[in-house]
């Protein structure tokens, strides 16, 4: 297994490395595009570029070659562009945090296909629509994204498994839905700055975890 920490500029070697298991190159000052070759590497587990000026697009074959990837986290850059449909093709993620971005778009339903996805996190990007359910997530952050949209009934389906829920400045409409109070794990519900109307579900009065 191979970790690699690195500071300064990204060589474009490291795509190079097909036993590498695991990249860190978060909180530096790294500018310019994410190699593609990275992507390429069949063995890595977890790219964490997070906090850094990296820019450009993510290719849109990002998921054909990471049969093993369980986390990409690339929060506080540059990016823009869409969320590629090809990364639901590494079915083994985990964590998926692209938050603090410009990403722009339809966010993919086909994220609902992510088996393991745990934790994801949108937040503070230019995203246009919700994505489909899944119901492993513990965590869902989508706050700050032009949604325009509802709550739709089906974000009852995570059940017990979702902790904190961020939807905050999303541009919501219509009402909350009874079925939040399936939500029995919840800790954290986040919904302000929105255009909500009616009346608190008497639903929520079952989210005895709520804090």
């Known amino acids: 297994m ?18 590498l298991d695991y990249l860190a190159l978060h909180s530096n000052n790294l500018t310019g595009s994410i190699p593609p070759k990275i992507f390429n590497i069949s063995t ?10 990296f820019s450009g697009h993510l290719p849109s074959t990002i998921g054909h070659s990471l049969p093993n990837m369980e986390w990409l986290i690339f929060p506080k850059n540059k ?3 869409t969320i590629p449909n090809s990364i639901t093709e590494a079915s083994k993620i ?24 745990n934790m994801l996190n949108l937040a503070y990007n230019c ?9 492993m997530l513990a965590f869902l ?15 009852g389906n995570f059940s017990e498994s979702l902790r904190k829920f ?8 219509g009402s909350i839905p009874q079925e939040i109070g ?30």
Do not use: M
């Open 2 to 19: 191979w970790a690699f920490i690195l500071a300064g500029e990204i060589p474009i070697q490291i795509g190079n490395l097909q036993n």
């Open 44 to 53: 890595i587990t977890r790219i964490t570029l997070a906090d850094n000026h």
């Open 79 to 81: 990016l823009s562009g």
């Open 94 to 117: 985990s964590v998926l945090d692209l938050s603090y971005n410009s990403f722009s778009g339809l966010i993919p339903n086909t994220l609902g296909n992510l088996r393991l996805l």
């Open 127 to 135: 995203l246009t629509t919700e994505s489909s359910a899944n119901g």
């Open 141 to 155: 952050g989508l706050g700050s994204n032009p949604l325009r949209g509802i709550l739709p009934q089906l974000i």
């Open 166 to 173: 961020f939807a905050h400045d999303c541009k919501l409409k």
């Open 182 to 211: 399936n939500l029995r794990g919840l800790i954290l519900l986040s919904l302000f700055n929105n255009d909500l109307d009616g009346t608190i579900p008497t639903s929520v009065r079952t989210l005895k975890t709520l804090q």
